[in-house]
């Protein structure tokens, strides 16, 4: 499917990755990781052809349709589903032809090749799924977080975080081969984030994934391939794999490296000492020579990252933030009523909830950003926010140098001793009078991140503070807010972050707030129930809507002067119920099979597992593959069993019906 040999890529003059070669066969799944920089965006447009390689060649199977998320929208009157659809440029194309040969047939209505080829085409319109391109569309916004609405909403509409969604919707859209995805979950929300996980563990094609979270890598990719230090090395397994194997190959080589420095030193002592004796010099100049021919280990090296820190806050009130009988929204629309609760000192909260539930809008009212429609906020004496949103980097003033940014927050701070606490979050030497508008995404986010913390805050207020950044940097804030002294709240899509961060879940929901008990597999599992009860809804109303149009039939045509129904006519409504009820009982019984295959595979893998040989370390990608195939089957299992009770039930109400 993709070829990649001896590539080369060097961006203003510096090696990014040499040597690279590798070969990607259909339905394998590689997650492409590296620090911010190291090449792999790079890496991406070469494979595209957007930009030519330094040496050595990419090769992409000839007839192979590549798919990839494009950086801009352009500004287009055009409906979302519109924009969407135009992803499968195959079925455009095919669609531009049947209408000129609608065109030509009736303008020659007697012409039989033209009608011949007409039909030939609408029967590849067909073979494409053209009939259900929009319910496609349609699906894929329904995930990616749109509201039915949304769908015929002109694209001009929406912001650019929207925009990028539409644009993912349009790149699945494309019938792929080889699909490339870089960041591709920067712009959504948790729900939006598994409804995607979902996708693309079903995609038939060769992906190419860039992604910094490592929970949503660990669920897809079959590989890693990793750059570093100007070089790429591809590994067996999820991230996690990747992660253990990676950390037990570097202190290999530490030890390889030492256990050889300690040699050399030995024999370089033994040369310093006999060099000059008659009877040891020829014994010297063997050990001279032994240096030189010996293969020097590298000592191992992981890219340097940087830490973040918190200082120790200052006064801190109980409890920091009370609402009472709040109701929340913008401009006198109400997203959540009647909130009533309290932050405290070492609270540390996770925010869930589908996208548009209102979390943001608890954020902003939480902190003061956004008055509140009724009710009480009660702010205690001492509170000292941090906030932490999107909109808090475009207010950045990007004309603006780093150092200047964080010295207009103290008069008092001198240009040594804010260059020295900026050096903390990577902005060292140059770096920290670089103005914000050369800066990336992830350089921003580290600024505002830098300046909320100079500030001391005792209430942290985080609104997706991981996108734009790197591996390295999640986990330093992982680390550093793990240590942090004041109270959390954090909604993010990365689950690695809310793990380690937060010990209270809330759900925000229905208009409401409220604890929330389970965990975040529990949250995953609430979510599939959610759309599939919304999908059963439309089904149970599109099906009763059916039937009750059936009965208003036979009581106007099929009733005797006695009022009994025309036996024909029953007949005939009966077959025309169990009809339409028929997708409902299918849909049924193939969610039964799928259930009991993917418990027999199970069953056959717990008996694969078993096997203690396949714990020694010879057999470590083997056992790898299989532990990730069973955590696979486990949520298919799950998901067969949850889709075999709804079907069950929506079969059961019609037919009480």
């Known amino acids: 499917m993709l070829r990649l040999s001896s590539l ?69 009157k055009q409906t979302a589903i519109e924009y969407v659809i135009d992803g499968d440029q195959r079925l455009r194309a095919l669609q531009q032809k049947i209408a000129e040969h609608e065109s030509a047939t009736a303008a020659r209505p007697d012409d039989a090749k033209l009608a011949s080829d007409y039909a030939s085409l609408l029967e590849e319109f067909e073979s494409i799924g053209g009939y259900t391109a ?126 050889q420095q300690r040699k050399i030193s030995e024999i370089e002592r033994f040369v310093d000492r006999f060099r000059a004796k008659a009877t040891k010099a020829r014994q010297a100049q063997s050990r001279i020579k032994m240096l030189e021919r010996m293969s020097r280990v590298a000592p191992a090296h992981v890219d340097t990252g940087f830490s973040f820190s918190f200082q120790e806050p200052g006064k801190v009130s109980d409890p920091l933030v009370t609402l009472e009988k709040a109701d929340l929204g913008y401009e006198g629309t109400k997203i959540l009523s009647k909130v009533t609760l309290q932050l405290r000192a070492g609270d540390r909260i996770a925010l869930l909830g589908i996208n548009g539930a209102g979390k943001s809008t608890l954020v902003k009212s939480l902190v003061g950003e956004l008055p509140l429609i009724n009710g009480e906020r009660t702010a205690g004496a001492n509170l000292a926010a941090g906030y932490f949103a999107q909109h808090q980097i475009d207010q950045l003033d990007y004309q603006g140098r780093a150092l200047d940014q964080l010295m207009l927050l103290d008069d008092a701070l001198s240009e040594s001793a804010a260059r020295n606490f900026l050096g ?182 717990q008996q694969k597992l078993a096997d203690n040989d396949l714990y020694t370390g010879e057999r470590q990608s083997e056992l790898t593959a299989l532990l990730k195939s069973r955590k696979e089957l486990e949520d298919q299992l799950q998901a067969a069993e949850d889709d075999w009770l709804g079907a069950c039930q929506l079969y059961e109400d019609a037919l009480a019906e």
């Not at 890496?43 to 330094?54: I, P």
């Not at 995930?143 to 509409?157: I, K």
């Not at 077959?575 to 799928?594: G, H, N, S, V």
Request: with cysteine; proline share 2%.
């Open 424 to 605: 903390g979050y990577g902005f060292t030497g140059e770096a920290a009078l670089q103005a914000v508008s050369t800066m990336s995404g992830g350089e921003k986010a580290r600024l505002v991140l830098a300046l909320m913390i100079y500030q001391r805050p005792n209430l942290l207020l985080l609104d997706e503070p991981t996108n734009h950044l790197d591996m390295d940097m999640r986990l330093a804030l992982s680390v550093a807010l793990q240590t942090f002294e004041g109270a959390l709240v954090v909604v993010s899509h990365d689950r690695f972050l809310l793990d380690a961060v937060a010990d209270q879940l809330w759900l925000v929901a229905n208009g409401g707030v409220g604890e929330y008990a389970d965990d975040l597999n529990g949250y995953r599992k609430w979510l599939t129930n959610q759309r599939r009860l919304e999908t059963d809804q439309q089904n149970k109303a599109t099906l009763s809507g059916a039937l009750a149009s059936e009965d208003a039939a036979v009581t106007s045509t099929g009733t005797s002067a006695t009022g009994s129904i025309d036996r024909k006519q029953k007949k005939k409504l009966e077959a025309e119920r169990r009809q339409l009820l028929a997708p409902l009982k299918k849909r049924m019984d193939q969610a039964e099979k799928k259930h009991l295959e993917f418990q027999q595979q199970l069953d056959s893998l």
């Open 134 to 259: 929009e319910a496609r569309a349609g699906a894929l916004l329904n995930g990616l977080g749109f509201s039915g609405a949304e769908h015929n909403t002109v694209v001009d509409h929406f912001s650019g975080g929207w925009r990028m969604r539409l644009n993912l919707a349009s790149a699945l859209m494309c019938p792929s081969d080889l699909l490339l995805l870089d960041e591709p979950t920067n712009h959504l929300d948790l729900d939006a984030v598994f409804w995607l996980e979902s996708w693309l563990k079903r995609y038939e094609g060769t992906l190419l994934l860039i992604s910094h979270d490592r929970e949503f890598l660990d669920g897809i990719v079959d590989s890693i391939l990793h750059i570093e230090q100007k070089a790429a090395t591809r590994y067996t397994g999820n991230y996690t794999a990747f992660e253990r194997f990676r950390a037990e190959q570097l202190a290999r080589q530490q030890a390889l490296f030492d256990r």
């Open 8 to 76: 080369g890529c060097r961006r203003d003059g510096e090696t990014l990755f040499a040597g690279l070669t590798e070969f990607f066969t259909r339905g394998q799944k590689i997650g492409v990781t590296g620090r911010n920089g190291c090449g792999k965006s790079s890496l991406f447009a070469q494979v595209l052809g957007t930009l030519d390689a330094d040496e050595g060649e990419v090769v992409v199977q000839p007839g192979s349709l590549v798919a990839h998320v494009a950086q801009e929208t352009p500004a287009s």
